[in-house]
């Protein structure tokens, strides 16, 4: 047997959470490609060899592959490239996992900070309100940024591998947030180029996307799910906070987790159990996919799957827009082919 696994975002906390647990759920004596995607090579190579490093202490018997695709999901002319690279290299693919997180934070409000968290600690480090975003960010596709690095560029390479993930009866796994209130989405500005709140209301989109979606992916025998990781640590924050702060943070993460938040795994470890799970153990036969599959973690730090019901007002209304712009982007490039495949 071979599986080949494609993981977006992978250099990331959670993205290469997702890989380790993959490796460990799949069939030991499977043999395994993870397909690891970047923006830069230096980068895709420094993920392969942490995932490499992490298969010898697991001493699995079957032998694990390592490729990389390199991918910008905010340049389109990228993203048709990487779907030529995949149609070349493989003729099945039986996993696709979609942890694109991109934002354009501008900071943090620290007085809303201290406000909320005096007010209520578990909302405070939950459902955070004191992130500050930029406003009308554009790709150099012309594009709202958010919704084209997280939604609409993967959507795009999804629909453009479809023969290949239905060759290999995929699975086919969205990263939500708990972040995904439809409040942070107006359907008016589904770019949301007019929004101070786009890593939210790009969540929200994947929801709404799944939903319309995921029915129509199954009758080409592709099962669909949306997660959430539920809260821990990440990298793409960080660098708005100092020593004290960060610690803080980790400190605050954990008194949540003491007084009943059952959402703060904390580690991307644990973080990364809802998407494997439904990748590797949810039976679609029996497991639901019209709602959103949770990490989840006791006081204890023990873990398990948490489902969410999911609000489906707008769905159709997202995927019809979502179509229409595929079907644009398809006349627009219907020209353009690149190589970007450099030796590992």
């Known amino acids: 047997m071979h599986k080949v696994a494609v993981i ?12 380790f647990r993959l490796i460990e759920k799949v069939n030991p004596v499977c043999r395994l490609t993870i397909i ?7 980068r895709a190579r420094d993920v392969i060899k ?23 999901f905010t340049n389109m002319v990228s993203i048709l490239n990487a779907y030529f690279d995949l149609q070349k290299q493989y003729k099945q693919i039986h996993y696709f996992f979609v942890n694109a997180a991109q934002g354009v934070y501008d900071g943090i409000d620290w007085i809303g900070a201290t406000k909320q968290v005096c007010t209520n600690i578990i909302d405070a480090v939950t459902y955070p309100d004191y992130r500050l975003q930029k406003v009308g960010i554009k790709s150099k596709d ?14 795009y390479l999804i629909q453009k591998i479809l023969p290949l993930l239905s060759a290999g009866k995929a699975n086919v796994v969205w990263i939500s ?6 409040k942070y989405l107006s359907l008016t500005d589904i770019q949301m180029l007019k929004s101070d709140t786009t890593y939210e209301g790009s969540k929200r ?29 990440s990298n793409s924050f960080s660098v708005y906070l100092n020593f004290f702060t960060y610690y803080g ?11 009943g938040s059952n959402w703060h795994n904390i580690d991307g470890y644990r973080a990364a159990n809802a998407p ?6 949810a039976n679609p036969n029996f497991e639901n996919q019209d709602v959103k599959y949770g990490s989840a973690t006791y006081r204890d730090g023990m873990e398990y799957i948490k489902t969410q019901p999911i609000d489906g007002t707008g769905a159709t209304d997202v995927y019809n827009y979502m179509s229409t712009l595929k079907k644009e982007w398809d006349a627009k490039l219907s020209n353009q082919i690149t190589n970007s495949r450099q030796p590992i």
């Open 177 to 182: 947030s708990l972040m995904s209130d439809p």
């Open 205 to 233: 989109l994947v929801d709404l996307l799944h939903l319309a979606s995921y029915k129509e992916m199954k009758s080409h025998g592709i099962h669909q799910y949306v997660v959430q990781p539920g809260i821990f640590i």
């Open 142 to 155: 012309d594009m709202g940024l958010v919704f084209q690095a997280n939604v609409f560029g993967p959507y």
């Open 36 to 42: 690891v995607t970047s923006r830069t090579l230096p």
């Open 8 to 19: 977006t975002g992978t250099n990331s906390n959670l993205g290469l959470n997702i890989a």
């Open 249 to 259: 943070m980790l400190l605050l993460f954990y008194v949540a987790r003491f007084i």
């Open 50 to 72: 942490s995932i490499e490093s992490f298969v010898k202490k697991t001493n699995r018997p079957g032998i694990v592959d390592y490729d990389y695709l390199l991918v910008d």
């Open 276 to 281: 494997v799970y439904v990748a590797t153990m």
